[in-house]
């Protein structure tokens, strides 16, 4: 363990409750919540890193419970962070812990409804809720996150959403309500490229399911054969025998340089 891990174990361990899924929020009043069940510190680290946490990053905890994914972006990735929490009093006691890491001004804390929180400025967004409510902020995720951001989840998986990387991990001590592993899932938020696009003498037409693509490709009127076409955040390309593209997506527009027959030539496709 690291001296800032470990100095940042040390305050969570001498105010910290015993807590659903990294507190999860019900969406309907009135609804039972299970008990909170808090992240092992060693994943808290781990799901931070695997989305490649740094100091330029805007860090979201959906269900945030005692705060320690926040505090730990703050301490010891050097990002701002915000935790979505509907208990007050959880709420409360991670501000409480916050200031005592010395992260008060960038680990923040909100009571809320994570179904309705605002996570539009959001470069990494963690969770750890239970199934119904990830399939339940699918959508929000998909459509209000920034194409780039990286989302991680803690032992649940998103319906129907390929993750870009997995990855299954001991639990170095024993942590209530955790068994010997933990799974994490990473996804990046693709840009949405379905449709049809023009450049120059290129003509696209790609079909999308989240960060899958498939595409047809002409030019000058004559089909050619993709044999590989991705799309990873903004990064866009594609590939066939003799030709190359890579570029970045924006909306309406993806703007990139060909590769064929030895020479590279910028093109830009427009919808």
């Known amino acids: 363990?690291?001296?800032?891990?470990?100095?940042?174990?040390?305050?969570?361990?001498?105010?910290?409750?015993?807590?659903?899924?990294?507190?999860?929020?019900?969406?309907?009043?009135?609804?039972?919540?299970p008990p909170f069940i808090s992240t092992p510190d060693d994943v808290v680290e781990r799901?931070?890193?695997?989305?490649?946490?740094?100091?330029?990053?805007?860090?979201?905890?959906?269900?945030s419970g005692d705060g320690r994914i926040v505090i730990a972006a703050a301490k010891i990735f050097g990002a701002r962070?915000?935790?979505?929490?509907?208990?007050?009093?959880?709420?409360?006691?991670?501000r409480e812990i916050a200031h005592r890491a010395g992260v008060g001004a960038r680990a923040l804390f909100k009571e809320g409804d994570v179904l309705t929180a605002d996570i539009g400025r959001a470069s990494v967004v963690t969770i750890y809720l239970l199934p119904f409510l990830l399939e339940k902020l699918q959508p929000k995720l998909l459509h209000e996150l920034r194409p780039g951001a990286r989302?991680?989840?803690?032992?649940?998986?998103?319906?129907?959403?390929?993750?870009?990387?997995?990855?299954?991990?001991?639990?170095?001590?024993?942590?209530?309500?955790?068994?010997?592993?933990?799974?994490?899932?990473?996804?990046?938020?693709?840009?949405?490229?379905?449709g049809d696009w023009r450049g120059g003498a290129w003509r696209l037409h790609i079909s999308q399911n989240y960060q899958e693509i498939e595409m047809q490709a002409e030019t000058e009127g004559r089909p050619l054969a993709v044999t590989s076409a991705r799309i990873d955040g903004t990064a866009f390309s594609f590939s066939g025998e003799g030709f190359a593209y890579r570029g970045h997506a924006a909306?309406?527009?993806?703007?990139?340089?060909?590769?064929?027959?030895?020479?590279?030539?910028p093109l830009v496709f427009t919808k």
Request: proline share 5%.
């Open 81 to 94: 962070g915000l935790g979505v929490e509907i208990d007050p009093e959880l709420v409360a006691k991670s």
């Open 47 to 63: 799901m931070l890193s695997f989305a490649g946490t740094g100091a330029d990053d805007s860090v979201v905890d959906l269900g």
């Open 251 to 265: 909306t309406g527009r993806i703007v990139g340089e060909l590769l064929r027959g030895g020479t590279a030539t």
């Open 1 to 33: 363990m690291s001296p800032t891990r470990r100095a940042l174990a040390a305050v969570l361990a001498g105010a910290l409750v015993a807590g659903v899924p990294a507190g999860a929020a019900w969406a309907q009043e009135g609804e039972r919540r």
């Open 151 to 194: 989302i991680v989840t803690h032992a649940f998986s998103m319906t129907g959403w390929k993750p870009d990387r997995t990855e299954t991990m001991r639990i170095a001590q024993g942590h209530p309500g955790q068994g010997d592993e933990s799974r994490l899932f990473l996804w990046v938020v693709p840009a949405q490229v379905r």
